[in-house]
C-alpha cells in the first residue's frame, strides 16, 4: 500500500511539475492585418485624415513643417489570443529597432516616451489623427531616452500591461506610443514597423505559465 501511494504521489508530483513550467512565444506585427498590426497619426492639417499604416516606421515626433508645428503618435497591437486567459504572465518584453528618423542629430530635446494601453477599438487602416481611440492616462509605461539613430534593438518591459491584455481579452486594443513632452520641439522616436522593407519588424516575447491552485507564481514560471 505505501509503495503503490508513493508511486501515485510520485506520479502526480511529476505531473504538476510538467503542466506548470512556462511556456514561451513571440508575437510579431504583421503589415496584411492578420491580428498584429500597426499604424501611425500625423497632426498637420494636411494629414489630420491620413492613416499612415503602410509606412516603414512608427513614429512620435513633435517637429515643425514650414513653421507649423505637428505631433505625430503610433499605434500598434498583437493578438494574444493563443493564451490562455487564465495564464500568469511570468515576463513580456516589446523589442522595437530603431530607424535613422530616430533622435535627429543637431537637436538636444530628451525624447523620452510613453507607452499607454488603448481603450477602444481602431482599425490600422483607417486611425487618423481625428479618430484616434481613447487611451488610459493612468496605465501607462515611460521609457527613454532612446538616443541612437542607428538600426538598434530597443527593449522595453510590458508584463503588466500584457497580464491584463490576457486576462481580459476584450480589453486588448494595443498601445498608443507617444512622447511624455508633446510641447517642446524637436523631439523624434522612430522604429521600424511591420512595413519597414530593410529593418527587422517589432515584436513581443511572454513567458507564461498556468494558473494552478496551491503553487506560486515563483514556481509556475519556472523552466527548470
Known amino acids: 500500500m505505501t ?4 508511486h501515485f504521489a510520485f506520479l502526480f508530483l511529476f505531473a504538476v511539475r510538467a503542466i506548470s513550467q512556462s511556456t514561451t512565444v513571440t ?7 492578420g491580428g498584429e498590426v500597426d499604424s501611425w497619426v500625423h497632426s498637420l492639417p494636411a494629414d489630420t ?8 516606421r512608427m513614429v512620435a515626433f513633435r517637429w515643425t513643417s514650414g ?4 505631433t505625430t503618435r503610433a499605434y500598434f497591437r498583437f493578438d494574444l489570443s493563443s493564451i490562455p486567459s487564465t495564464a500568469h504572465i511570468c515576463s513580456a518584453v516589446l523589442t522595437a529597432y530603431t530607424t535613422p528618423d530616430n533622435d535627429q542629430s543637431g537637436y538636444n530635446q530628451p525624447n523620452y516616451g510613453y507607452l499607454k494601453k488603448v481603450t477602444s477599438a481602431w482599425t490600422y487602416t483607417t486611425v487618423t489623427w481625428h479618430n484616434q481611440p481613447t487611451h488610459s492616462s493612468t496605465d501607462t509605461i515611460p521609457f527613454g531616452t532612446v538616443t541612437t539613430s542607428s538600426t538598434t534593438p530597443y527593449t522595453i518591459n510590458v508584463t503588466s500591461q500584457v497580464q491584463e491584455m490576457v486576462s481580459s481579452p476584450s480589453t486588448n486594443y494595443g498601445w498608443l506610443m507617444m512622447l511624455r513632452n508633446e510641447s517642446n520641439y524637436y523631439d523624434a522616436l522612430s522604429f521600424a514597423s511591420s512595413n519597414n522593407t530593410t529593418i527587422a519588424h517589432p515584436y513581443l516575447t511572454v513567458t507564461y505559465a498556468p494558473t494552478i491552485t496551491g503553487t506560486t507564481p ?3 514560471c519556472s523552466t527548470g
Do not use: C, I, M, Y
Open 3 to 6: 509503495k503503490q501511494f508513493l
Open 218 to 220: 515563483a514556481a509556475r
Open 67 to 70: 513653421g507649423v508645428p505637428f
Open 49 to 56: 485624415n491620413t492613416s499612415f499604416s503602410s509606412d516603414g
Open 27 to 33: 508575437f510579431t506585427t504583421n503589415a496584411d492585418g
